[in-house]
């Protein structure tokens, strides 16, 4: 009876946010309007062409993030500690002997304006937990896929010998986790751990909502609570710099490990985790390269002519991602200083694949492939070869800029993974 209920809420619930959100249109395979694609090396603030790597790094991307921070996602922290209080080893043999899974557990502190508050889960002797799975009997060091997703840890990495909370329960099985397969793709929550173990790559995963809720008051109330040192609300960091911030606090903890690659340390996100990742790679260039599915609006969409989900319904439904600074541009995106292409171009010329269905208009690839054409000078600035294609269906795994673009809707499913380890192959290769 229990599961009946829920089943009918869950339906009824899919139907409303399809009927709201998902559109039956489909994304045009060509830019809409290529003329009008921004140029990320164009005037800004008074500034006029950027024309080296130079001027590019010195003075204008600094200028960018600045202005990202101001307008979009709030402050990031000015300092930081993070610490990696326990490690321990849960099965060498895992996965088939495909791979060793550990359990660390990891406590971070945030500071603003010299204001150190402790993360959630660093008051408790048990921080947090990564899990990390490493390929058995790697031959060279392992690149690593650091995943955030909705779906708690033992969803991610369905192993017997992981700790989860009293009551745990599963996104993955059962009726809901048919449901949520059905709707949401074959690897909404579970990666395809074999295969990934198998080609060499380590996977890495945070639940992020262990350290930031994405829960509009709970969220909210935690952003503040980490930012206490922070007195300008309208500033005030959202969730998605949060989880940007926590993929690079996943750097922190593994890149001495000499077991991976810290030249192939690779942010990996669906959707709003898209949209940190994303914003991780932007501030940080440890992360060498990104794998953004879905990240729509606040990720790699542009806010000008955009389909799909607006800045004024984004901000009005997520109210704690952003800063609320970024809730004023609704309605008036051509005044914004910033638009997306910025922020794929303050990657360059590291690679990224940005993820897309032609039915999930609502995320508007159309606009994340104008955006991508915005970035792609900065790239060739850099030599890089950039978006290497006219169309969105043109995938050209090789190229920095790649762009992945499939049937259906939002979701991971079954070819978006083939995708996405042909990215890895071409740019992260393990023993390249
Ligand atoms: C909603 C939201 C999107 C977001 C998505 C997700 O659809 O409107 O901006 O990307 O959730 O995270 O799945």
Not at 45 to 63: C, I, K, Q, T, Y
Not at 274 to 280: G, I, R, S, T
Not at 285 to 310: F, M, P
């Amino acid at each position: 009876m229990r599961f009946l209920s829920i089943f009918l809420i869950l339906i009824a619930a899919l139907a409303l946010s399809a009927c709201a959100k998902l559109t039956l249109a489909w994304a045009d395979l060509t830019p809409d309007g290529p003329a009008a694609a921004p140029n990320a090396l164009g005037p800004f603030e008074g500034a006029g062409l950027v024309a080296s790597v130079a001027d590019w790094e010195n003075v204008r991307a600094p200028a960018l993030r600045e202005a990202f921070e101001r307008d979009v996602y709030g402050v990031f922290p000015d300092g930081y500690e993070l610490s990696v209080v326990k490690r321990r080893v849960l099965d060498q043999t895992a996965f088939g002997g495909r791979g060793v899974l550990e359990e660390w557990t990891l406590s971070a502190q945030v500071e603003f304006n010299g204001d150190a508050v402790d993360a959630k889960g660093a008051d408790r002797r048990d921080g947090f937990p990564i899990q990390i799975l490493l390929p058995a009997d790697a031959a060279s060091p392992a690149p690593a896929i650091i995943m955030e997703t909705f779906c708690p840890w033992w969803d991610v990495i369905p192993h017997p010998a992981l700790t989860k909370p009293e009551g745990a329960r599963s996104l993955s099985g059962g009726v809901i986790g048919g449901v949520a397969t059905y709707v949401f793709g074959r690897h909404i929550c579970t990666p395809p751990i074999e295969t990934i173990l198998d080609q060499g790559y380590a996977l890495v995963s945070v639940y992020p909502d262990a350290v930031m809720p994405d829960r509009r008051k709970e969220g909210r109330e935690e952003l503040r609570r980490l930012s206490a040192g922070h007195k300008d609300d309208r500033t005030r960091w959202g969730a998605i710099a949060a989880w940007a911030w926590l993929y690079s606090r996943i750097v922190d903890a593994i890149e001495d490990d000499p077991r991976f690659d810290r030249d192939a340390m690779i942010a990996w996100g669906h959707s709003r985790y898209a949209k940190a990742a994303l914003l991780a790679a932007a501030y940080d260039d440890r992360i060498d390269g990104v794998i953004a599915h879905q990240s729509g609006t606040g990720g790699a969409s542009l806010n000008r002519n955009k389909k799909g989900e607006s800045v004024k319904s984004i901000t009005a439904n997520y109210p704690h991602w952003f800063s609320s600074a970024y809730a004023e541009y609704a309605g008036r995106e051509d005044d914004m200083p910033v638009d997306q292409h910025l922020l794929l171009a303050l990657i360059a010329p590291r690679p990224v694949l940005l993820g897309n269905a032609r039915r999930d208009v609502w995320s508007d690839p159309n606009g994340a492939f104008r955006a991508a054409m915005g970035a792609d000078p900065v790239y060739k600035l850099y030599g890089a070869d950039g978006l290497a294609q006219t169309r969105l269906d043109q995938w050209r795994p090789s190229a920095d800029l790649a762009f992945w673009i499939r049937p259906g809707t939002h979701g991971v499913v079954k070819e978006d993974w083939p995708a996405f380890l042909e990215f890895l192959e071409a740019h992260f290769a393990p023993g390249r």
